[in-house]
């Protein structure tokens, strides 16, 4: 295959708008495909974003946000997690860790196409993803996580049922249906273990004080309670808080509120679009709803 062919099928052009939409294909460090999006307005100033739990690039909040940064001429790459979306692979329960290193695969690809990477943005499960790439590489100055969990060991149960650890070692294994009762994915010992020893309060404590951290949640998300959001206040040194109120776990009803939050913050114009600083001494009083003017 001649080079002009390979680069059209790994940059497959995908949208005709003024700014080009790129399907970008990279390889992890494991040889599996990772598929993305770029969304490039011609600047080399690069966002990536990342999803959350069974979730793929093309879902909300994630294409929201990449519009509404690509208005703001700012070049944005979302990709799906190996196992998620068009990406190879085995879609696995847990695989922080791992996630984190499909992050530093697409990283590597975007800064080897002198691309700068301007900040890291993940939602739900994704955001715990970018802290812990975040903690471990300390390579990036601006970190935004959206709805993450701190307390990895909740909200299992709700997944697994109340005897998921018996269960387990007794079988090895737990596959989890739907309410159809159609197979959805498998949950094994080891990937069970993967998530409840990955320490956010460690992550959290290991990330730089020059990296800027934003951390967006929903004051009625009920899949991470938005109390989980006061804990990463109180540990990531650069931090600031933001809590939308009424909105749900993926912003349902809130994508544009969200979106233009994250943007002023990456903008560093936010002291005045209602992102609010946090401390350990007043958390309580620093979470309060936000007023956006988009």
Known sequence: MSETRRNQSNHERIDSSENQHRRVVIENSHGEKLVGVLQDTGSTETVVICHGFQSSKDRIPMRTIANVFERAKITTFRFDFTGNGESQGT????NY?????????VLQHLRGENREISA????SKGGNVVLLYAAKYKDV??????????????GIEGRLGKDYMKRIKEDGFIDVRNRKGKFEYRVTEESLKDRLTTNTHEACLSIHENC??????GS???IVSV????????????HKLCVIE???????SHQHQLASTVLSFFKKDDDDDGVISTSTRDLTRAVVPITSRI
């Not at 860790?97 to 695969?105: G, V, W, Y």
């Not at 109390?227 to 109180?234: D, G, L, Q, S």
């Open 141 to 154: 100055e601006t970190v935004v996580n959206i709805s993450g969990r701190f307390f990895l060991e909740k």
């Open 227 to 238: 109390t989980e959001a006061y804990e990463f206040a109180k540990y990531i040194k650069n």
């Open 120 to 123: 890291i943005i993940g939602h």
């Open 220 to 222: 009625d998300d009920r």
């Open 246 to 252: 009424g909105a749900d776990h993926e912003f349902t």
């Open 97 to 105: 860790r791992r996630e984190a290193e499909d992050l530093r695969s």
């Open 212 to 217: 800027r951290v934003l951390t967006v949640h």
């Open 91 to 94: 879609f696995q329960y847990g």
